[in-house]
C-alpha cells in the first residue's frame, strides 16, 4: 500500500505570500495519478488539481501542481484570504484499485 | 450540474449496521464514472471506502472490505453504503462522491455525520 506523506502539517504564511505544500509517496505514483483537494472547515473537500498539473475547472491560475513519481507539490503563488484551509494529496493505484489520501497539510493565517 | 446527497441515519448503536444512501440529481448514476464513499473521523482525515458502476462492481479498501458493501439502483439514480459491525471508530463524516478524470474524486456531497454510539 502506497502512503503518502504531507508536509509541513502546519504552514503559517500572510497573504500576498507565496506557499509550497509537499506530498511524498512511499512509492511511485502510477501515471501521475496525483490530485490535490482543499477543505475548509465544515465544507466538502473541493478539488484542485488532478493528473499531478491540471487544474479543475473554475479554480484559479494561482494555484499549480507539479512532481511525478513519488515527489509532488501544490503551491499557491500569491495567497489570497479565502486560501487559508487544510489541503490533501491523494493517490490511486490502479491494481487492486485503491485511494489513498495524505494527512494533510493545515494553511494558517500568520 | 451533478449534486450528490447523502442521507440516513444519524446514530448507529455499536454492532449494528451503518446504512447511507446518495441520491444523484443533474446526472444520472449509469454514466461512465464510479461512484466512491469517502469518510473523516472528527478533525481527522479523508478515508476512501469504496466505489461502485454503474454495472454493480465494486471495489473496497482493503482496511474495511470485510464489513462494507456498496450498491447501485439505476431505477432510483441512487448509490449506497452499508458497513456492518460499527464501533465508535467508525464516527465519522460520510461523503458520497463522483469519480473524476486522472482518478481524481471531482463532485462531493455535503457530507452528513454518523455517530456510533448506544
Known amino acids: 500500500e502506497i502512503v503518502l506523506t504531507q508536509s509541513p502539517g502546519t504552514l503559517s504564511s500572510s497573504p500576498g505570500e507565496r506557499a509550497t505544500l509537499s506530498c511524498r509517496a512511499s512509492?511511485?505514483?502510477?501515471?501521475?495519478?496525483l490530485a490535490w483537494y482543499q477543505q475548509k472547515p465544515g465544507q466538502a473537500p473541493k478539488l484542485l488539481i488532478y493528473g499531478a498539473s491540471t487544474r479543475a475547472t473554475g479554480i484559479p491560475d494561482r494555484f499549480s501542481g507539479s512532481g511525478s513519481g513519488t515527489d509532488f507539490t501544490l503551491t499557491i503563488s500569491r495567497l489570497e484570504p479565502e486560501d487559508f484551509a487544510v489541503y490533501y494529496c491523494?493517490?490511486?493505484?490502479?491494481?487492486?484499485?485503491?485511494?489513498?489520501f495524505g494527512q494533510g497539510t493545515k494553511l494558517e493565517i500568520k | 450540474q451533478v449534486q450528490l446527497q447523502e442521507s440516513g441515519p444519524g446514530l448507529v448503536k455499536p454492532s449494528g449496521t451503518l446504512s447511507l444512501t446518495c441520491a444523484v440529481s443533474g446526472g444520472s448514476v449509469s454514466s461512465t464514472t464510479w461512484w466512491s464513499w469517502v469518510r473523516q473521523p472528527p478533525g481527522k482525515g479523508l478515508e476512501w471506502i469504496g466505489e461502485v458502476y454503474h454495472s454493480g462492481t465494486t471495489n473496497y479498501s482493503p482496511s474495511l472490505m470485510s464489513r462494507v458493501t456498496i450498491s447501485v439502483d439505476t431505477s432510483k439514480n441512487q448509490f449506497s453504503l452499508n458497513l456492518n459491525s460499527v464501533t465508535a471508530a467508525d464516527t465519522a463524516v460520510y461523503y458520497c462522491?463522483?469519480?473524476?478524470?486522472?482518478?481524481?474524486?471531482?463532485?462531493w456531497g455535503q457530507g452528513t455525520l454518523v455517530t456510533v454510539s448506544s
Open positions: 512509492q511511485s505514483v502510477t501515471n501521475n495519478y
Open positions: 491523494q493517490q490511486y493505484v490502479i491494481s487492486p484499485p485503491i485511494y489513498t
Open positions: 462522491a463522483r469519480n473524476g478524470p486522472a482518478a481524481s474524486v471531482d463532485c
